[in-house]
């Protein structure tokens, strides 16, 4: 589930506790926690309702049904409408582990572990880590034909990299984190 920045915004201050979606069924569960660089939401609760309240266009952060209802039409494509309850479940966890770069040998071999089942079958982690380390604020659909990707697929890999905190998404491109440039200078070591 797609949750625009100021709505997360709103979701942290408190303004906004609820959101609607149209679905042929729901494509989330209760209890499930949504992550970007705004922070963390958590879903409270979802239900298939008939209309929408004012009451619930205005906890939704819309001065009125009509107008969210406008805007579900124009995105949605399913028949039923769901209310989601929402609460903010604070900052991304990533950001404070991509920013620390001291990895002892414990987080090293739970990262080696780590990486090693993601490259189970066709070994691909390295070699991502190092064309971004090597091409900072790249776009993907630049970056993905060097390694033989379609850009969706490659921006997925690249998120697995991120939630290790071994990456981070910049305005244009990547780059790779403290922690990213403290594991791949310890797999360095580990070679020479």
Same mark, same amino acid.
């Given at each position: ?67 969210? /209802?406008? *805007? ?5 494509? $399913?028949? =039923? #409408?769901?209310?989601? &309850? ?77 939630? /290790?905190? *071994? ?5 244009? $491109?990547? =780059? #790779?984190?403290?922690? &990213? ?12």
């Amino acid at each position: 589930m797609l949750i625009p920045p100021t709505t997360i915004d709103g979701i942290a201050a408190g303004t906004i506790t609820v959101a609607f979606r149209r679905w042929d069924k729901p494509r989330i569960n209760v209890g499930s926690r949504i992550r970007n660089a705004r922070g963390v939401v958590e879903i409270t609760s979802i239900k298939e309702v008939r209309r929408i309240t004012e009451k619930d266009a205005r906890a939704a952060g819309f001065d009125s049904a009509a107008a969210l /209802l406008k *805007l579900l039409d124009k995105k949605s494509t $399913g028949d =039923r #409408l769901y209310r989601i &309850g929402v609460a903010y479940g604070g900052p991304d966890p990533r950001h404070a582990l991509r920013e620390s770069g001291d990895i002892d040998a414990d987080e090293l071999a739970s990262l080696r572990k780590r990486l090693a089942r993601m490259d189970a079958g066709t070994p691909w982690t390295r070699t991502y880590l190092e064309l971004i380390e090597n091409n900072p604020e790249v776009v993907a659909r630049e970056l993905a034909p060097l390694v033989g990707m379609e850009r969706d697929p490659f921006k997925i890999k690249v998120r697995r990299l991120k939630d /290790l905190g *071994l990456t981070e998404s910049l305005l244009v $491109g990547y =780059r #790779l984190s403290p922690r &990213g440039c403290t594991f791949l200078a310890a797999e360095r070591a580990l070679e020479q």
